[in-house]
């Protein structure tokens, strides 16, 4: 999956985030200004031991197979109104090797009709407990013997008792948005989210990764419904009452936690690729935006088989957007279900595509769809693997500075959970909660460590250990030792020291690096030190690595060293002349802490001499208060990034000589961001007067990011102004203008009360906090039939048992920030009617407090009294 997604997923997400600040001695360090956010799959960040001792002792493997699911059909219609699957599932497998006479199929919150067999159509007797349905067969199967069941059942996800983890924040497996269509601002749709076992929730079927089937999947609804499926439709039948018929057949076989269904109203866009089918399901109204959404698709996937020389192994490739998504995307096979955050207009895709999750999602369907983990413990071989193709794509497709970016930012993600929550192995047989390795290891390290080996065997050994890999192992459950073995298979070279170390050891080093140069007999003495990493990490790690020594001549050479000591002393001779700077990991390729005692002479001269994205952003961000003379340099560097940098770094006592080029950048810099920047910056200078240059702005910017600048700038000097700027951006085809238009909202007309409402109902994820908080503080002092207004409009939002978990608990906080406001005006002035208010309020609080079924959202309404 997605972890929405570094490290922002929703690691930007205030619910449960964690602050992805690093100390400043730290070497790899982003810009916290220019983090990248990514809702990517599922990744979260959790609470984990640092230290082995304190990691849970129950050892997790792959679950045991008595018998193997062959194939799987499934014949469906719903019952909307009830939230209801009506099912008959057509079920054939053999004993896995020892004989069986009865199986245990998960089945979670069923009513079973009946159990029979398909051959000889008499019932089969069976035990059906609320969560498994065991099935006493006819006879003793024996080993190829092949059976066929047909389970007549109803399945009701709603009414299961359900959970939200950090990652996937609800484990219902189907989802009814709308489903009686009461909600004009919502779609009516159905669509499942499977990982990690939740399928098991709308079909009967043995829900582990190391299972696999082929399948059908016949779904029946009402005409104007599209439907999607994994595999191919083979046929689509209207039927007399209105509805229609469509079956779906994949022939290759999956986990049962990647099958999937969606349903509702979606604009259908095609595309192929060499025969291949290619399809972008959307929302109505987003169809013209559908390929650059879902950008470079037909690219991507030329560019992803060629690099592992295995061509894309399902029959078609469709990528489709829901409303009040679980999570971040789902990679089911041949069918990738998006959050409709990916949902841009053309607008908002300046500067901001989807490259990054549509790579990850994509690279799934060869690591983790075509080779599936065999349990949750080794998550990492799907995830590290999707997380990697980003790094990939952005190098092919960009160039290495982007790539290398999106490198920093996924180790500085790492580093930020270790800091605050601890580590554990990359591959955890310990984990205490599956859903616990939807984190930061798993996705971060394990696309950090993947560079590594890369960068140690090289490409070509790389590559080629990665198609024997996928062909060795397709249509099956693997584990790491198995990766392992392939490498070591084409490489011809003992590779357990490396797995050992960064798949099966804790942590990363943390390495003191000292140089001591002399220039008589110019010779470089560099001291690397292990001793300062944690306790409970892997004792010592072994250190491939190419020291890179600049010269003032702007040449480099490197000395290629392995590190295996604790403290170890490397001497280098014979150097032409007094070089200038060094760098440790002088081709940036470690996974590490590394803390270097450089001058500020030193880290001046690696920003000019190195072409290395991660040693130049190191370098300006050490220079400290001693970077003035960088600035010029860095403003016009090619990556955006240096440009904020450098545009931020301008001190106030010189800033006023750059408002020329400040100007310049605000209306012609190629990025976006940079146009904020310089904007920003400008409006930090006193005397400047911003009002003509932010009405050009209004008049010919195309981003939403430099645009949202302009707005506050010109709603604020002008009120009379602001009225017509809200009614002109009201009704745009973006929410990144949401919060802005709040500040610009005069009064508490109808209209505007009715425009809030909506946006709180429905505002993107990515804007949903800065919304709320705006939101807030509009309603502070606004008159009681407002206020009670909104209360209402957040009541029912936090109320709705299908809604958002994220947007159900700041709908709560909401209602919990207006109370404290109006206790606070009855304080002060006793009223009947601001009594009456607060206390409908309260009870809001309550029922929604005791109604709640969710065990996340119950935890955190605990402190909301």
Known sequence: MTKLSTLSIIIAILFFSISCKTKKDIIYHAPEDDMQEELLDTLVITDVAANLDSLPKEIHGSATLNYDIIHTKLDLKFDWANQYVLGTADITFKPYFKPINNIILDAVGFEIHSVTSVISGKPYKYSYNGTQLNVELDHIYVKDEKAEILISYTAKPNENPTQGSEAITSNKGLFFIDPLENDPDLPTQIWSQGETENNSRWFPTFDKPNERFTQEIILTVDARYVTLSNGTKISSRLNADGTRTDHWKQDRPHAPYLAMIAVGEFEVVTDSLRGLPIYYYVEKGFGKYAKKIFNNTPEMLTFFSNKLGYPYPWEKYSQIVVREYVSGAMENSSAVVFGDFVQKTERELIDNDNDYIVAHEMMHHWFGDLVTCEDWSGLTLNEGFANYAEYLWFEYKYGKDRAEYHRMNDMNGYFSQVMSGGAHPLVNYSYDNKEQMFDAHSYNKGMLVLHMLRNYVGDNVFFESLNKYLKDNENTSVEVDELRMAFEDVSGEDLKWFFDQWYLGVGHPNLDIKYTYNDENKVLLVEVDQSNTPKGFYPIFKLPVDIAIYYPDGTVQYYPVTINEKKQRILIEDLKMKPATYVFDGKN?????????????????????????????????????????????????????????????????????????????????????????????????????????????????????????????????????????????????????????????????????????????????????????????????????????????????????????????????????????????????????????????????????????????????????
Do not use: W
Request: with cysteine; aromatic share 10%; glycine share 4%.
């Open 589 to 865: 390729v470690l996974f590490a802490m590394i803390n270097e005692n450089k001058t500020t002479e030193q880290y001046k001269a690696q920003f000019k001499l190195s072409s290395n994205f991660m040693d130049k952003t190191i370098a300006f961000s050490n220079t400290n208060d001693g970077n003035i003379d960088l600035i010029d340099l860095a403003l016009n560097e090619g990556h955006y990034t240096f440009r904020s940098m450098a545009i931020n770094a301008i001190p106030d006592s010189l800033v006023s000589s750059y408002v020329k080029k400040l100007q310049d950048m605000t209306l012609t810099d190629p990025h976006s961001e940079v146009r904020r920047d310089a904007l920003l910056k400008l409006l930090n200078i006193e005397e400047f007067e911003p009002t003509s240059l932010c009405k050009l702005i209004m008049e010919s910017e195309q981003s939403y990011t430099v645009l949202n600048v302009a707005l506050q700038v010109l709603g604020s000097i002008d009120s009379e102004k602001a009225m017509s700027y809200f009614e002109k951006y009201k009704n745009e085809e973006t929410d990144q203008l949401a919060t802005t238009l709040v500040g610009l909202i005069p009064d508490e007309k109808t209209e505007y009360l009715e425009y809030l409402e909506k946006k709180a109902k429905t505002i993107n994820l990515y804007y949903l906090f800065d919304f709320y908080e705006a939101y807030q503080e509009y309603l502070e002092g606004k008159g009681l039939t407002t206020v009670s207004r909104a209360a209402d409009n957040f009541f029912n939002i936090s109320s709705d048992k299908n809604g958002n978990m994220i947007r159900k608990y700041m709908a709560m906080s909401s209602l919990n920030k207006i109370a404290e406001d109006l206790k606070t005006r009855y304080d002060a002035t006793p009223s009947e009617e601001t009594g009456t208010v607060l206390v409908k309020i309260i009870n809001y609080i309550s029922q929604i407090a005791n109604n709640e079924t969710d065990p996340t959202l119950k935890d955190k309404y605990q402190g909301i009294k």
